[in-house]
């Protein structure tokens, strides 16, 4: 059973950073690829990043490209999401995501973090 468990949120003013994780489990972690979710109330569930298993190949959606930056420790089972800048538009409830198939690029994913708050303040 793939788990996945996020933490490092909290509130940050505007122009600032913080860096969230997510540990894995239950499978050869270095084996998928990973993503950061988030979702802002009243709004839908975007793309923020991908990471490939190898951490060799990244994907990030234009809204955080030059601010976000995802990585992966393999060793710790854990992928992460720096995020600099901050923007009161990054408020929202960001989910660690993963494929069931080995992929670099996944299309679908099939196993969701319980999310963790990112409050921005103007």
């Known amino acids: 059973q793939v788990q996945l468990v996020e933490s490092g949120g909290g509130l940050v003013p505007a122009g600032g950073s913080m860096r969230l994780s997510c540990a894995a489990s239950?499978?050869?972690?270095?084996?998928?690829?990973m993503g950061w979710f988030r979702q802002a109330p009243g709004k839908e569930r975007e793309f923020v990043a991908s990471i490939s298993g190898s951490g060799g190949y990244t994907k990030y959606a234009d809204s955080v490209k030059g601010r976000f930056t995802i990585s992966r420790d393999n060793t710790k089972n854990t992928v992460y999401l720096q995020m600099n800048n901050l923007k009161p538009e990054d408020t929202a409830v960001y989910y660690c995501?993963?494929?069931?198939?080995?992929?670099?690029?996944?299309?679908?994913?099939?196993?969701w973090g319980p999310g963790t708050q990112v409050t921005v303040s103007s």
């Open positions: 239950g499978r050869t972690f270095s084996s998928y690829a």
């Open positions: 995501a993963a494929p069931r198939a080995i992929v670099p690029v996944p299309t679908r994913y099939d196993y």
